[in-house]
């Protein structure tokens, strides 16, 4: 039977946990709110956006001209997966969802004999690929130092990705993040960018015919790039809600597990006293006997 | 005819403005244009410049950088980056300045004896100038 100063202190050391623990979820819970705002701002813009993009790519995307990022290179030989993830752990499954999903989809391209080259997006998501995709990775992108994502951030992104396509380092680019659907439930997605996919409803739903100035192809041309930076800023929002959802409910359950062990701990810490005392009460007892 | 239409003008981080209006001057790529109510569906590039709104409920200018507009039911003007003219300081103005001529010289660098780009580049430079002089901003040269 460990000794109650041992005990002592272990539940002194949980009970301190406890309240980092409870610290984290509140701060994850008021930075959640923050960044579901943003999501949530963002998405009128994305939308709209899309549904332009769409209509435009039905109307002129089929010609021989359209531009490379809309119909792509005509080859699928080289894939460039774009891993995001936090910056930070101790956010449950987050990291490591998104890390499994980049990790199977790798899987499957290099047993189709694909070459694949990845940029990875937050730290935690890099060291959890290094071991088995290290050798594919060609980038890194650091947020640690920003506090929000702002969308130049993504058109930063967006704007090495382009240029490694006009390089022609790669032909269909594909973007990993989570989905945030609430608290308890992010889905880790794939997403292909280049060359540009869409929803179908979008695109047939809309029948406006429009004048365009300058022509189709110009401003479809402009909008693509654009598109891209929209599509990873979206994605980026939607990984910063998850991460903190997804933290918020990993504090919830550590919390709640401390609590738990404290009440075990002090079970146990009870009992081995009055079995201190007991124990005593004998020696004294048997001692007077002995007299 | 109706003689207000919807307007919205949206950024990636939030959006400005959601009215009804009777006029909105847009700076398209190709020149200024005025949409008013019932006009023919267009979309159009926009240029570094003013949007003049003209609303009932009186009239609001924005500083857009650059983006689209789609005029069809009503008009959404989707912006890179926009904001109310009055909340443009010199200090924005010299940031988004900043980044035109930082572009300018990596694209001059990038595509010598390339006029298309660098062209591109010098035009959306011209533009920022061009539009800090017009809201009586110093474009310090």
Known sequence: MPNLKDLKNRIESVKNTRKITKAMQMVAAAKLRRAQDAAEASRPYSERFNSVLASLAASAGNSESAPLLLRGTGKQDVHLLVVMTAERGLCGGFNSSIAKLARNYAAKLKDSGKQIKIITVGKKGRDAIKRDLGQYFVEHVDLSEFKSIKYTNAQSIAKALLARFDDNEYDVATIFYSKFVNVVTQIPTTQQIIPATFDDQSSTSDTTIYDYEPDEETILADLLPRGVATQIFSALLENGASEQGARMSAMDNATRNAGDMIDKLTIEFNRSRQAVITNELIEIISGAEAL | ?141
């Not at chain 2, 950088?65 to 909340?87: K, N």
């Not at chain 2, 103005?93 to 300018?104: C, N, P, R, T, V």
């Open chain 2, 1 to 141: 005819m109706a003689n207000t239409m919807q307007f919205d003008l949206v950024s990636p981080e939030r959006r400005l403005a959601s009215l009804e209006v009777s006029a909105v001057q847009i700076p398209g790529a190709d020149g200024d244009l005025t949409a008013m109510p019932g006009h023919a569906p267009v979309i159009t590039n926009l240029r570094p410049g003013i949007l003049k709104v003209e609303a009932p409920s009186g009239n609001t200018d924005y500083v857009v950088t650059g983006g689209f507009a789609e005029m069809g039911e009503g008009l959404s003007v989707l912006a890179e980056r926009a904001l109310p003219l009055d909340e443009l300081s010199q200090d924005a103005f010299d940031e988004i300045l900043e980044e035109a001529k930082s572009m300018y010289k990596r694209v001059e660098e990038e595509f010598q004896n390339q006029p298309g780009p660098v062209d591109d580049a010098a035009k959306l430079l011209s533009d920022m100038v061009a539009m800090g002089e017009q809201i009586g901003l110093n474009a310090n040269k």
